[in-house]
């Protein structure tokens, strides 16, 4: 065994940062309350509107977060929410990959709650706008379906099977308007 290798059966820590030789971040594991805020383009911005959750991050050789793999939980406080979401338990689960100097192109999700919502799927974004511009997605609707975006992020083809098992094929305007579907749209 190498004079600087070290063998241990178990270790329990909150957070490992894995560097290079010059010190420089290259991966961090953590738990759910030490989540690393995002490093876009040099910044450190703040993170917000995730669950809780513990996981992984990387980083590219300029020091910028690159992709990630985090899951996690959380129950709501009377506090939080007064109605019906007090007590109810929500859980996610993400894999992304950023782009150079950017946020997330890529991502598959998993989300849901003890209300019954739940969907999981894939999204494609455009970058640096943000606009999802493909989704293959299991919707809280029970649908299954792919979803192609425009430029302006507005659905424009959208592929499902909807939760009866009837396949729909629609065609939108850029008003998000159907302008043709398969089976036709029965009028009323």
């Not at 940062?17 to 010059?22: G, M, R």
């Not at 805020?37 to 450190?44: C, H, L």
């Not at 989300?111 to 919707?139: C, F, I």
Request: glycine content about 10%; overall charge negative.
């Amino acid at each position: 065994m190498s004079k600087n290798k070290e063998k241990m059966v178990e270790l329990d820590v909150e957070k490992i940062n894995i560097v290079d030789k010059e010190g420089n971040l290259r991966m961090s594991l953590f738990n759910s309350d030490l989540i690393p805020d995002p490093i876009i383009d040099g910044k450190t911005l703040t993170r917000s509107g995730i669950i809780p959750g513990s996981g992984m991050l990387f980083y590219n050789h300029d020091c910028d977060e690159c992709g990630g793999l985090v899951f996690g939980s959380r129950t709501y406080t009377s506090e939080e929410f007064d109605g019906e979401y007090a007590g109810k338990t929500e859980s996610m689960s993400s894999l992304t990959f950023d782009g150079y100097k950017g946020d997330q192109v890529v991502q598959m999700y998993f989300h849901e709650n003890t209300v019954g919502d739940r969907m999981y799927g894939y999204t494609l974004y455009d970058r640096p706008s943000g606009v999802t511009r493909a989704r293959m997605d299991r919707s809280q609707d029970g649908s299954v379906g792919v979803k192609l975006s425009d430029s302006k992020g507005q659905e424009r083809i959208r592929l499902v099977v909807d939760a009866n098992d009837v396949p729909i094929l629609e065609f939108l305007n850029e008003k998000g308007e159907v302008v043709y579907s398969l089976p036709p749209k029965q009028n009323d």
